[in-house]
C-alpha cells in the first residue's frame, strides 16, 4: 500500500496546484465545476485504494492440505483408515503449533474409488483451492489418472499407491510412502522359493495394481527358477469367481500368489473352499486388513500376506490411534499419519506452506522414521522398504518367522 498512498498524495498534490493555476488566470469555477472534479478525484483515489486492498497477503494464517481418498464404496475400509491416520497428525501437529505457528486444515474428498471423481477432485483442489499438496489416491489405477495433472500443475502428490509406474518422474512432484510393488513382488517370489515351491499358480485383479505387482512376481520367480503354471485375471467388483478358481484348480498349483482387494478376496476364499481348491496363497498388503477377516471367516486360515514392516513407534501410535478412535488403527493408518508428518517435516525446512517447488525439493532432503516405517524419498519418490510376513491363525493377525529387506 506504500506505492498506492505515495500515488494518491501525489495525485492531491497535482490537483490542487492545477485549481491554483486556474485561480492565478482569472479563471472562475464554477461551483458545479468544482463539484464534478471532486468527484471524479475521489473516484480515482477509491479505484487505487481499492486496488491495493484485493492483493493477497504474503503469508496465509492456515496450512491447506488436500485429500483425494476412497470414503465410500468398496474400498472405503482403505480410504478412511488414511484419513483417520492423516488427522491424527493433523490434530497433534496443530496442539503444538501447527507449522511455522499456522494451523493445518486437511480437506478430504471422496473419490468413491473412481479414477473420473479422483480427476475432478485433483481440478477442485489444485485450481480452486489452490493447495499445494494432495494426499492421494490409494488405489494405483486412480493415482495413475491424476499423478501427471500434479506434475504440470506443480502440486505436490504424496500416495500409498504402489504402481511400478509410478516410478517414472525423476526430481518430480510425486512421492509414496509405500513401497514400490517393484519390490514387494521380488519379496513376494523369493518367500515362495524360501518355501520351497518350484511351481506356482497366480490370481489377480485386472487393474494397474494388480498387473503391476503381478508382472513383477512372475519375472523374479521365473528368473529364480519357479514355474508359472497359470496367471488367471479377475475383474473388480465381481461377486462371482468360481470360473476362474475352476481354472486355477485345474492346473494343481501347490501354491498361489494372490492380488486382490478386501471384498473380492473374501469372496475368492471363500468360493475356493467350497470349490475343494486346497492350495498355500501367498498374498499382497492389500489382505491385511480386519475387515478382511470380519467378511472371510475361517477360509483364509493360515494364508501369508507380505506387508511393509512397522517401526518401534507403532505402539505408541497404536495407543494414540485407540484413545482418538476407541479402536486399534487399521490398514493403511499409520500411512496416513506418516505422509501429514513428512509433509510437514518438508514445509518446515523449505520455509513455505504454500510454495510446492520448494515443498517438493525439501522432500528430498527428508530422513523420518514413522510408525509405518522409514521414510527417505529418493529422485523417484519411493521409499526403501523391510517387508514382514503375516499369517492367519484363529481368526487374528500373526507374524509369520520370516522378514526380507
Same mark, same amino acid.
Given at each position: 500500500m506504500v506505492l498506492y498512498n505515495g500515488f494518491v498524495e501525489i495525485f492531491i498534490i497535482h490537483a490542487d496546484d492545477y485549481l491554483v493555476n486556474l485561480r492565478e488566470k482569472g479563471i472562475v469555477m464554477t461551483i458545479k465545476n468544482v463539484f464534478l472534479i471532486s468527484i471524479i478525484i475521489s473516484i480515482m483515489i477509491l479505484f487505487i485504494v481499492l486496488s491495493g486492498c484485493v492483493e493477497k497477503p504474503e503469508k496465509e494464517e492456515t496450512v491447506n492440505i488436500g485429500g483425494i481418498l476412497p470414503l465410500t464404496g468398496d474400498l472405503g475400509v482403505y480410504g478412511q483408515n488414511v484419513k483417520n491416520g492423516a488427522e491424527l497428525a493433523v490434530d497433534e501437529?496443530?496442539?503444538?503449533?501447527?507449522?511455522?505457528?499456522? #494451523?493445518i486444515i486437511f480437506t478430504c474428498d471422496d473419490n468413491r474409488g473412481e479414477a473420473s471423481d479422483t480427476v475432478s477432485a485433483f481440478h477442485k483442489l489444485a485450481d480452486m483451492d489452490e493447495v499445494p499438496v494432495i494426499l492421494g489416491a490409494v488405489v494405483s489405477t486412480n493415482t495413475l489418472a491424476i499423478a501427471p495433472l500434479a506434475q504440470e500443475k506443480?502440486?505436490?502428490?504424496?500416495?500409498?499407491?504402489?504402481?511400478?509406474?509410478?516410478? #517414472?518422474? #525423476?526430481?518430480?512432484? !510425486? +512421492? &509414496?510412502?509405500?513401497? @514400490?510393488? @517393484? +519390490? #514387494?513382488?521380488?519379496? =513376494?517370489?523369493?518367500?515362495?522359493?524360501?518355501?520351497?515351491?518350484? /511351481?506356482?499358480?497366480? =490370481?489377480?485383479i485386472n487393474n494397474e495394481y494388480g498387473v503391476g505387482l503381478k508382472d513383477v512376481f512372475v519375472d523374479e520367480f521365473e528368473a529364480l527358477g519357479g514355474t508359472v503354471l497359470?496367471?488367471?485375471? *479377475?475383474? /473388480?467388483? &465381481?461377486?462371482? !469367481? &468360481? @470360473?476362474?478358481?475352476?481354472?486355477?484348480?485345474?492346473? *494343481?498349483?501347490?501354491a498361489v500368489m494372490l492380488v486382490s482387494y478386501v471384498k473380492e478376496a473374501s469372496i475368492i476364499f471363500k468360493q475356493s473352499t467350497e470349490l475343494g481348491l486346497e492350495t498355500q496363497w501367498l498374498c499382497s498388503e492389500t489382505h491385511k486388513s480386519d475387515k478382511f477377516i470380519e467378511l472371510v471367516g475361517g477360509a483364509a486360515e493360515g494364508i501369508l500376506i507380505t506387508y511393509p514392516a512397522t517401526d518401534p513407534k507403532y505402539s505408541n501410535f497404536k495407543a494414540y490411534y485407540?484413545?482418538?478412535? *476407541?479402536?486399534?488403527?487399521?490398514?493403511?493408518?499409520? /500411512?496416513g499419519y506418516d505422509m501429514i508428518k513428512t509433509i510437514a517435516m518438508a514445509m518446515e525446512q523449505a520455509g513455505s506452506t504454500t510454495n510446492a517447488t520448494a515443498i517438493k525439493s525439501a522432500m528430498r532432503q527428508i530422513d523420518y522414521s514413522g510408525p509405518s516405517g522409514h521414510k527417505a524419498f529418493d529422485e523417484f519418490g519411493d521409499v526403501p522398504g523391510v517387508y514382514d510376513v503375516w499369517t492367519i491363525t484363529n481368526g487374528t493377525f500373526e507374524l509369520y518367522d520370516v522378514s526380507f529387506s
Open positions: 501437529i496443530n496442539a503444538a503449533g501447527g507449522i511455522n505457528e499456522k #494451523q506443480e502440486v505436490v502428490l504424496i500416495s500409498i499407491s504402489t504402481s511400478p509406474k509410478l516410478s #517414472q518422474w #525423476q526430481d518430480g512432484y !510425486f +512421492f &509414496r510412502v509405500l513401497v @514400490s510393488d @517393484s +519390490f #514387494q513382488g521380488d519379496v =513376494m517370489a523369493q518367500l515362495a522359493r524360501d518355501l520351497g515351491y518350484t /511351481e506356482m499358480g497366480v =490370481m489377480y497359470i496367471q488367471v485375471p *479377475h475383474d /473388480e467388483s &465381481r461377486t462371482d !469367481f &468360481r @470360473s476362474e478358481l475352476t481354472n486355477l484348480k485345474a492346473e *494343481h498349483p501347490p485407540n484413545t482418538k478412535y *476407541h479402536k486399534d488403527p487399521g490398514i493403511y493408518a499409520a /500411512e
